[in-house]
């Protein structure tokens, strides 16, 4: 089974691709991390990318496109993937379909914007250990200090209002072409974002497996 997930920024995509991987025992294919390993192993593609990425410029899609099907054509992807992260523009999904790449279901967690901004913008860290809270749904014992080491708990930059948004108006321009592109091949399969990971996970699994 090959599934390609979709969804703006904190829908939740990942966890649920996370899950996918260990229900059907399937590898889920992040092009972050797909990247990160080419350029460890140093391979043809990998070395292009560090090329791009020395230089501080954005890694152009024929090398992303390059390491996706490398990655694809390795032994634990027989039996099925998850993809996360990729495609990410129309000319990408082009490339996956040139591929021989058969997709058997697109998997869209649709989250309202503002339920995003929420979500993410109330994300707390600990600065010293790590552990996450939420200002909201997961606050600690003492507002601003970790409960577990005392640390001070901050927001990371990619949580603040400002930066969120400018990645939700990138998706909505870039990425969510491809909700149309996947519904007019008959793959796409809308999933509403509800509010807890497990009625999530439920949905997904009831639209695929029924």
Excluded at 50 to 78: H, N, T, W, Y
Excluded at 119 to 147: A, I, M, N, Q, W
């Amino acid at each position: 089974m090959n599934i390609i997930m979709l969804g703006a920024p904190g829908a939740g995509k990942g966890t649920q691709a996370a899950v996918l991987c260990e229900h059907f025992n399937i590898p889920t294919i992040s092009t972050g991390n797909i990247i990160r390993e080419a350029l460890r192993t140093g391979t043809e593609m990998g070395l292009k990318a560090k090329s791009f990425m020395d230089a501080g410029q954005l890694v152009p899609d024929e090398v992303v496109i390059g390491i996706v099907k490398d990655r694809l054509q390795e032994d634990d992807c027989k039996a099925g993937y998850i993809l996360d992260g990729f495609p990410r523009t129309i000319p990408q999904a082009e490339a996956l379909d040139k591929m021989g790449a058969n997709i058997d279901y697109v998997i869209d967690i649709e989250v309202a914007d503002d339920v995003i901004v929420n979500r993410l913008s109330g994300r707390r860290v600990c600065e010293k250990c790590g552990r996450p809270y939420h200002t909201e749904s997961l606050k600690p014992k003492v507002e601003g200090v970790c409960d577990d080491c005392g640390g001070a708990l901050v927001q990371r930059k990619d949580d603040q209002i400002d930066t969120i948004k400018n990645r939700l108006d990138i998706y909505h321009k870039e990425t969510e072409p491809l909700v149309n592109y996947y519904k007019e091949q008959g793959k796409l399969v809308v999933i509403e974002g509800q509010d807890t990971v497990a009625d999530t996970t439920e949905a997904v699994l009831k639209a695929i497996e029924g």
